[in-house]
């Protein structure tokens, strides 16, 4: 129930959802008479709409969370005992997919495969299972994601899957126990740059001795007509859902009492 909760109750804070709901119920509230009650949810819905589809706030918004920790070529990082790659990277093969496919956080795998390559830890821990039951015949997706970095060169003798998590605190906690098991001490944490802050402090507060090695940046000095930033975009609005999701996970995470210190 936890886990369906945490995927159903973000939405009502996401824009477009506090678009609909107070455009609609100021819109009944007028047609019942109460017309400044009705008014003023209007117009909340209007600001919300301009505010949330603009891209350069959206980019602002992000930011700050993409760049808590800075990126490293894979040659440059620390090496440590092993790497842990986050799922998210993969969409299922579910109907019509005959095949995994990539996800937009794809990058994850690419990097924790070159990682591996420039031979910055001898072991890939793979983690992420299936947020919601599936047929049988589908595996967890760190399954897909191991088959993956094995044709990007990892030896399936250098990969460990853990498909049992479904969120990032699970992720930490089943993480554990390989690394316990393998007498593992170090690893570099692989996963996108947004959920860096949230997903090092929960390891961290799991007892994991990580280092962040984040990619997947979306916010950059990518050069572009500067009208571009002003126009409202449906893209803008979907940025601005995520990074809430991610800030309402730090919230509750810090609630709970599952992030650690973070990184100096």
Do not use: C
């Amino acid at each position: 129930m936890w886990i369906l909760l945490s995927k159903v109750l973000p939405h009502l804070l996401y824009p477009l959802t506090v678009v609909l709901l107070s455009g609609v119920l100021g819109f009944v509230l007028r047609r019942l008479g109460a017309r400044r009650s009705g008014a003023s949810l209007i117009a909340l819905s209007a600001i919300v709409f301009v505010i949330s589809s603009n891209p350069w706030l959206a980019g602002r918004f992000r930011a700050h969370l993409e760049h808590w920790y800075q990126p490293v070529r894979a040659a440059d990082a620390p090496t440590a005992d092993a790497i842990v790659l986050l799922g998210g990277g993969l969409r299922l093969p579910v109907p019509p997919r005959v095949d995994a496919e990539f996800a937009d956080a794809a990058d994850r795998v690419l990097y924790a495969s070159r990682l591996y390559r420039a031979g910055r830890a001898p072991l890939v821990v793979v983690s992420g299972g299936n947020v919601f039951e599936q047929d049988a015949a589908v595996r967890s997706e760190s399954y897909y994601v191991s088959r993956l970095l094995q044709e990007w060169g990892v030896p399936a003798s250098r990969i460990i899957v853990e498909g049992r998590s479904r969120n990032t605190r699970e992720n930490a906690l089943e993480t554990k126990k390989i690394l316990d098991r393998e007498r593992i001490e170090t690893i570099l944490l692989v996963t996108s740059a947004m959920h860096m802050p949230r997903a090092l402090a929960t390891f961290r507060g799991a007892g994991v001795d990580a280092v962040a090695v984040p990619v997947d940046y979306t916010v950059s000095a990518y050069s572009h007509p500067a009208i571009l930033d002003f126009l409202p975009s449906s893209s803008a609005m979907h940025a601005n859902a995520q990074t809430i999701r991610e800030y309402l996970g730090i919230v509750v995470y810090g609630l709970r009492g599952w992030l650690g210190a973070p990184a100096t």
